[in-house]
């Protein structure tokens, strides 16, 4: 474990993000972290496309929405 330092205001919208998706910040920074990691890594690839590729590796199965 290390220690990153970072912006108050970037260190800010991290804590009221990490709210809405009942993260900790430690966690809401990670998985930024990681996202960002793979669209650096995947130039091509939208946001949605990287979450469905990472639900994919995770085996997690999505339901279909009926929109009718």
């Known amino acids: 474990m290390g ?9 800010e ?6 709210t809405v ?3 900790s910040i ?6 930024w972290m ?4 793979l669209a650096e890594a ?3 690839l939208s946001y949605t496309e990287i979450m469905a590729w990472q639900r994919k590796l ?3 199965k999505v339901p279909e929405i009926d929109a009718a």
């Open 42 to 44: 995947n130039p091509g």
């Open 34 to 37: 990681k996202v960002g990691m």
């Open 26 to 31: 430690n966690a809401q920074a990670e998985f």
């Open 58 to 60: 995770a085996d997690v």
């Open 21 to 23: 998706m009942c993260r």
């Open 3 to 11: 220690i990153v330092k970072i912006a108050e205001d970037l260190h």
């Open 13 to 18: 919208e991290l804590r009221k993000s990490s």
